[in-house]
Nanobody, 123 residues
Framework: QVQLVESGGGLVQAGGSLRLSCAAS????????MGWFRQAPGKEREFVAA????????YYADSEKGRFTISKDNTKNTVYLQMSSLKPEDTAVYYC????????????????WGQGTQVTVSS
C-alpha cells in the first residue's frame, strides 16, 4: 500500500511556474512507477508525466515536453512536477499516482492515487 498527498497547487498567471509535490508513504514506495495525471472539468483524466522507481527514466505527454519536469527524491519519499510556461489549458486538478506497471500512460494501471491539487492558470 502507498499513501500519496499532493501539494503546491494554486493560481498562477499564464507564463508562470509552479512546483507540485507528492509525498508518499508505504514500505514499497521506492518500487513503484510514479505518475502525474490531470483532470479538467468535463474531461477525462489524462497522463502528464511519470518517472521510474530508480528515477533514471522519465516519460512525458507530448504537450508537456519541454515545459514540465518530473523528478523524485527518494530520501524524502517525494515526487515533484516542475511546471513552467503555464497556459490556461493547463488548468486542472493534478493527481499523483503510483503503480507497478509498464503501461506508463494509462490511468487505469495505477491503483494508488492522491486526493489531487488544483492548478488554475489565468490568461
Amino acid at each position: 500500500q502507498v499513501q500519496l498527498v499532493e501539494s503546491g497547487g494554486g493560481l498562477v498567471q499564464a507564463g508562470g511556474s509552479l512546483r507540485l509535490s507528492c509525498a508518499a508513504s508505504g514500505s514499497t514506495y521506492n518500487s513503484y512507477v510514479m505518475g502525474w495525471f490531470r483532470q479538467a472539468p468535463g474531461k477525462e483524466r489524462e497522463f502528464v508525466a511519470a518517472i521510474s522507481w530508480s528515477g533514471r527514466r522519465t516519460y512525458y505527454a507530448d504537450s508537456e515536453k519541454g515545459r514540465f519536469t518530473i523528478s523524485k527524491d527518494n530520501t524524502k519519499n517525494t515526487v515533484y512536477l516542475q511546471m513552467s510556461s503555464l497556459k490556461p489549458e493547463d488548468t486542472a486538478v493534478y493527481y499523483c499516482a503510483a503503480a507497478f506497471t509498464t503501461t506508463i500512460r494509462a490511468a487505469g494501471e495505477y491503483p494508488f492515487w492522491g486526493q489531487g491539487t488544483q492548478v488554475t492558470v489565468s490568461s
